[in-house]
């Protein structure tokens, strides 16, 4: 398929999400301090990957209509959070993401760690939408909530971030280290395809589906950030790369080795696709997204 077809799809998506997030987030209003930090690291020009797939499984789940941006612009506030707090001297001390100062480096520590929360805060109204229109059940929003919140708890995002930062996966065994970027990387982008299908009403069998899926494309989606850390472009990536924290940690490539790292980044995109057989055309984004992937550079 060409690659301008997926680009024209992905800057579509961005543009809604874009635009839903300018609605989300307050602009001067007291305290003026948290909103701007919080816009700062919303807007630093993320790929919107998670509100992207969540809109994705929703339209092939059979959802129609632009409600699913409401609660898709809700992850991608998770998302942010994560990455200011990931980024903190206590985590893992990095001084640039997507090519500008990080949060705290620009507004402190305090004010960044209560941007992280502010935005958590902020997520879950949105994804538990709005008490005067809500074009979603409360069933389907109850299951929806439920899963994500599972997913950044201590058996998904955090719990991945602690057995990053308490070196669990430094036993050098390949489970350990996949078992840690499911939790870190994985859940959430599992969890956003999830939502985005429970939301439109799919069935048990989709569901696995698009779980299976987001399960290969976020562990390859970590081991590709492990080869870009080593082989990638500082100005492409627009952050440091090979920070004294990063080099404390195990990662796929000093385990297993470079190639042998990227043949297992295939491994997972090509079973990932795999998941996608029985879904018809309906699924090419999805497939032409898994690609992408596994080719970015940053």
């Not at 809109?55 to 506030?77: F, K, Q, R």
């Not at 065994?173 to 959430?188: D, I, Q, R």
């Not at 472009?233 to 004294?244: E, F, L, N, Q, R």
Request: negative net charge; contains cysteine; proline residues 3%.
């Amino acid at each position: 398929m060409d690659n301008s077809q997926l680009e024209t799809y992905l800057k579509e998506k961005r543009l809604k999400i874009n635009q839903k997030l300018e609605e989300i987030l307050p602009i001067e209003e007291e305290p003026k301090i948290i909103h701007r930090a919080m816009r700062y690291s919303v807007f630093a020009g993320g790929k919107r990957i998670r509100p992207i797939l969540a809109v994705t499984a929703y339209e092939i789940s059979g959802g129609e209509g632009d409600s699913i941006l409401m609660p898709a612009c809700g992850l991608e506030l998770i998302h942010t959070y994560s990455l200011i707090h990931d980024d903190l001297p206590c985590m893992d001390d990095d001084d640039y993401r997507r090519g500008r100062p990080t949060n705290h480096k620009i507004y402190g520590e305090a004010i960044a760690v209560l941007t992280g929360d502010a935005l958590t805060a902020l997520a879950f109204e949105c994804l538990l939408g709005s008490s005067e229109k809500c074009d979603f059940s409360e069933v389907a929003i109850l299951g929806f909530v439920r899963r994500l919140a599972r997913a950044i708890g201590t058996k998904g995002l955090i719990g991945g971030q602690v057995m990053d930062i308490t070196q669990l996966s430094k036993n050098r065994k390949k489970e350990s280290l996949e078992k840690t970027c499911e939790y870190k990387t994985g859940a959430l982008i599992e969890a956003s395809l999830e939502c985005g299908a429970l939301l439109a009403g799919a069935d048990s069998q989709l569901l696995a589906a698009l779980k299976r899926y987001g399960k290969g494309i976020g562990l390859a989606f970590q081991i590709t950030d492990d080869i870009l850390n080593v082989t990638g472009d500082k100005a492409v990536m627009g952050k440091s790369v090979h920070t004294d924290r990063e080099h404390e940690k195990v990662t796929f490539p000093e385990l297993i080795g470079l190639e042998n790292s990227k043949k297992e980044a295939l491994r997972c995109i090509e079973d990932a696709k795999v998941s996608l057989n029985d879904l018809g055309q309906s699924a090419w984004p999805l497939r032409e997204i898994a690609n992408y992937i596994l080719d970015r550079k940053s």
